[in-house]
């Protein structure tokens, strides 16, 4: 063992190689905005030394600003470079979370079960059907196994593997059968490790980043136009001015000064870019994901694909499975239920005193063929197992009926090691047929002697038509007659209503066939009814309220699953998923599929449509389709590999941590608790991304407009023709309002009110009426405030015009009402009161604390730096009472009424219903929902579909109209 790690390593991939601190800041150098910045820094310098005054001397102090340009542009490179830097180890973090599988192995003769990552060469591993192939192996044996090796050859077929054709590639997908095969590549030598090192490279960009970068470029574009505009404009009101004096032509000849004028003229261009590119939009979104994705880790949601968190926001539909959803997942078996019996036999919980004693009862009124054939069945037609601590391990329903088994005190290894359980088809002893989810049902031949025992088990009234023998508890077997099908039948829905799940036991004996091969598909034999177990799987306490969210954030919630309709309608009941008073539909996939084709039929029963039972793959496909052409945004919840097509289908999927790992890898999010509830915490994480993102470009379209407006209206209205703010100021502005604001805005906590609304359209516009409204507003008022204080405040402010002082106030004032906005900022709706929540962010309050010390200390101490003079309180105060303003005004702005675009609604609008009429009156009276006519047109809309199926070529035959008819008959009676 040691030899072989030693040799040819685990199967682990080396860490991923990340870029140091460094090279993010050299990344960040290499912007074309902050090279021209330097640039023109450095000429700055160079022009202060090599230009003097007429006695020689240099300017003094006139190495600051060229200084503080490049010192700022260090300070701006560094915190972004840390920012990125932040996020890459935030996703590698991420991706070290995503544990290795469990993988069961044979070593030293002992089957265990270790992670994927701990496989050595020459280890015996054991594959089922679902398991994704963790390294690639050699087949040495098995049974009708399947591979999907799409991932690795592009090809999306069914590749059956044997002795002929032995490889199993890692990262193929074992779709039926099971095998044992011997490992012959880990790690790096594997081919999924080839692929995976090959493949090492940076995220593609999300939607959402995409939006953000396209809206990023449209304001830059803006920029750089007034860029050009204040330059051009600067240079001619210099040559006017110089014009108008007289000396045009001495300032045209004196090149030293000319040079020295243009160089500050494109500096205040080049700063009104700076300003005017948002950087800090893809940055927002780039921190806001990472954050939510390691927040919502801890919320039990992995998440595989980051547009995922942004597209939940959006979600309008979601599609859960029940089994490990909805319910615990907790399988008991609780009722039991033989073919002569009238009621079925009440099975204590393992957990309960009387639990020994009632299952010896049990077991005394069972004659010993019949409880040998029950145990046989249950036990060999199982891939169950159990390990060296007595653990029952793999599908929880086959888990507990195990477990009912080992009650009647009947040894399960026993049994296996009697009957040859391990000896599969290659060794001719036993051959699984595994579940079909189109016959809902799973088959085991044994040979024994002469004879050939078929074990099935599945859907209780799938499999009861295939019955016509029944094995009684006294060891008897009679024929089933008519009678005793219509009494099981009624037991069956008895026991459904009562949210228990049944499966069916049955057999049957070919006798002399003992020595005939396998059946290649599984047979169709007729069957002797032994007996029906029914289990309990307890709601999750968490559902209920769950679901109300949903419904109260206009998120509809379908239960989609295997299970009898009966059982599915009482679970749905128990969720709040399902309510009769509204007439909500219950429905099979067996008719569901038959609507495919028909828009006025499958929209009508979309708008009902909230549980879905009996259904396969297929009719879960057909479900997202028909939902996706009526406009809706939808998430989808799996477990099974038979899921996996739905899962890539839906907007979203979501796949069980305990499911198969073909379905995991076709989701977006993997729920590590299976539970529905983080299905809900995942669409609250994805509103709150979504409003994030819209907070930051509500707070930096706000500064960009006012910055770039100041910059060109001081610059062109000032008498020195200089910008009243400073380029050094104008980068520190830059820094609060892209990496500070960034960091601030895209990492507030969600909170219940998000869920408390409609979803947004995911096509919808970043930029909402009411935001353009807010940004608008406050970038007016600082734009009048501060031509204001240009041109007047000088008096206000008892100060000399155009002095330091001055302009050290209209720098300061301005720099503080980007504080105080910031609080307006994190509200992009109605919402008066913008400090709430402000307790649930922390970060954000650090950040303003943060900003204002520095501003302090930039105006008070680091002076010529910031070309800031200090000023005293009575000058403080004033400017903080004119920052103050934008809190009640933006109050003032959220209660002006604003229409918003409204929502494309689900395209059905031009369905004429009226079509659909009986006797001359109309079918679906949709303005009613309760009693009376709307009642009567529901029943007569249950009847027209009824008559419409059955005139259809696929309801030909008498026996599917009987079963339409059975099936709508309890929808008419909602």
């Known amino acids: 063992m040691e030899w072989r790690v030693k040799e040819w390593g685990m199967n682990q991939l080396p860490p991923q190689e990340v870029d ?112 994704e192939t963790p390294a690639d192996g050699v087949f040495i044996d098995g049974q009708d196994l399947k591979a999907d090796e799409s991932v690795v050859t592009g090809e999306n077929l069914e590749v059956e593997k044997s002795h002929e054709k032995p490889f199993l590639i890692s990262g193929s997908s074992i779709l039926e059968g099971e095998c044992t095969c011997i490992v012959v590549g880990v790690g790096e030598g594997s081919q999924k490790g080839l692929a995976e090192m090959s493949n090492r490279e940076k995220k593609p960009q999300t939607p959402l980043q995409e939006r953000l970068e ?20 600067l240079t001619l009101k210099n040559a006017y001015i110089e014009y108008g004096n007289g000396n045009l032509n001495e300032w045209l000849s004196d090149y030293q000064n000319l040079f020295k004028v243009m160089v500050n003229n494109v500096m205040v261009g080049v700063t009104i870019v700076v300003v005017a590119i948002p950087e800090g939009l893809p940055l927002s979104v780039t921190i806001a994901l990472a954050y939510s994705m390691k927040r919502m880790y801890n919320d039990n949601n992995l998440v595989r694909h980051l547009a995922a968190c942004e597209t939940m926001g959006s979600a309008t539909q979601i599609c859960s499975d029940k089994t490990g959803t909805l319910t615990q997942n907790k399988m008991t078996v609780v009722r039991c239920l033989f073919a002569s019996d009238h009621h079925p036999r009440v099975v204590r919980i393992p957990t309960d005193r009387e639990y020994t004693k009632d299952m010896r009862q049990l077991k005394d009124s069972i004659h010993r063929e019949t409880l040998s054939i029950l145990a046989e069945g249950l036990i060999m037609n199982s891939t169950a197992t159990k390990d060296g601590n007595g653990n029952l391990l793999g599908n929880k329903t086959e888990c507990a009926m195990l477990e009912f088994i080992e009650g009647l005190d009947i040894n399960l290894l026993r049994v296996r090691e009697r009957l040859g359980y391990h000896k599969t088809k290659n060794s001719q002893m036993r051959h699984t047929y595994p579940f079909s989810s189109q016959k809902k049902r799973m088959l085991t031949l044994l040979r024994l002697g002469t004879n050939l025992r078929v074990h099935a088990k599945g859907a209780s009234e799938l499999v009861l038509r295939d019955c016509d023998r029944m094995l009684l508890p006294n060891g008897s077997i009679e024929k089933l007659t008519e009678d005793d099908r219509l009494r099981i039948r009624e037991q069956i829905s008895e026991l459904a209503r009562g949210a228990l799940r049944t499966l069916l036991i049955a057999y049957n004996d070919r006798e002399g066939c003992g020595h005939e091969p396998f059946d290649k598909e599984q047979p169709e034999d007729k069957l002797t009814f032994v007996a029906i177990l029914a289990i309990e799987d307890p709601m999750r306490p968490e559902v209920p309220e769950a679901v109300r969210k949903c419904n109260n954030a206009g998120i509809t919630v379908r239960m989609v699953t295997g299970d009898n309709k009966a059982t599915a309608v009482a679970i749905a009941k128990q969720a709040g998923i399902y309510r009769p008073k509204t007439e909500d539909i219950a429905m099979e996939g067996e008719y569901f599929r038959q609507l495919e084709g028909d828009k006025d039929k499958m929209t009508y029963v979309l708008k009902k449509l909230k549980v879905l039972a009996r259904m396969t793959p297929i009719d879960k496909q057909i479900l997202v389709k028909a939902l996706h052409a009526r406009g809706e945004v939808v998430a989808v919840t799996g477990d099974g590999t038979n899921d996996a097509p739905a899962l890539k289908l839906a907007d979203v999927g979501f796949a069980m941590d305990s499911g198969t790992e073909v379905a995991k890898g076709a989701s977006d999010i993997v729920l590590l608790d299976d539970n529905f509830a983080s299905v809900v915490t995942a669409a609250m994480w994805g509103r709150n991304i979504n409003d994030n993102i819209r907070k930051f470009i509500q707070f930096q379209s706000t500064v960009n407009i006012a910055a770039v407006a100041i910059a060109f209206i001081g610059s062109v209205t000032s008498n020195s023709g200089e910008s009243p703010l400073k380029p050094v100021q104008l980068l520190w502005l830059n820094l609060i309002m892209d990496s500070l604001a960034a960091l601030a805005l895209a990492t507030e906590k969600p909170h219940k009110g998000l869920l408390d609304r409609p979803p947004a359209s995911a096509e919808s516009s970043l930029i909402s009426n009411r935001m353009w409204l807010n940004m608008l507003g406050q970038a007016t008022y600082q734009i009048i405030l501060q031509v204001w204080l240009l041109d007047y405040g000088w ?76 000023l005293d309180a009575e000058c403080w105060l004033k400017c903080l009472q004119f920052s103050l303003v934008p809190l009640p005004l933006g109050v003032f702005l959220r209660l002006i009424p604003v229409k918003e675009p409204q929502p494309p609604k689900p395209q059905d609008s031009e369905i004429d219903y009226s079509k659909f009429t009986t006797r001359g009156k109309p079918l679906f009276d949709l303005s009613r929902s309760k009693g009376g006519r709307g009642r009567d047109a529901f029943k007569a809309a249950g009847k027209e579909v009824i008559q419409m199926m059955k005139i259809s070529a696929s309801l030909s035959t008498t026996r599917r109209r009987k079963r339409a008819y059975s099936t709508y008959e309890g929808m008419m009676n909602a």
Not at 49 to 78: K, M, Y
Not at 215 to 232: C, E, P
Request: one cysteine or more; hydrophobic letters at 50%; glycine letters at 6%.
């Open 20 to 131: 140091t601190l460094w090279d993010k800041v050299k990344e960040q150098l290499e912007d074309s905005m902050i090279r021209l910045l330097c640039f023109t820094a450095i000429i700055s310098l160079a022009l202060n030394q090599f230009i003097r005054d007429e006695h020689g001397n240099v300017q003094p102090g006139g190495w600051i600003e060229g200084t503080a340009i490049l010192v700022s542009v260090c300070i701006v490179a560094s915190v972004s470079a840390v920012q990125e830097y932040e996020k890459e180890l935030k996703f590698q973090e991420l991706s070290a979370c995503k544990a290795p599988k469990v993988v069961g192995v044979r070593r030293n003769g002992r089957q265990i079960q270790i992670l994927s990552n701990t496989l050595v060469m020459g280890d015996i591993m054991h594959l089922v059907a679902g398991d």
């Open 214 to 233: 396209d809206l990023s470029n449209q304001i830059s574009t803006l920029g750089f136009v007034m860029a050009l505009l204040t330059t051009l404009v």
């Open 795 to 870: 008096e206000y402010f008892n100060v000399t015009q155009d002095g330091p002082e001055h302009l050290t106030v209209v720098f300061n004032t301005f720099v503080f009402l980007q504080v105080v906005n910031e609080f307006n900022a994190r509200k992009i709706r109605n919402e008066v009161n913008i400090f709430s929540g402000l307790r649930q962010a922390p970060l954000f309050l650090a950040i303003i604390i943060v900003t204002v010390v520095i501003q302090y200390l930039c105006v008070q101490h680091v002076g010529a730096f910031m070309n800031c003079v200090p």
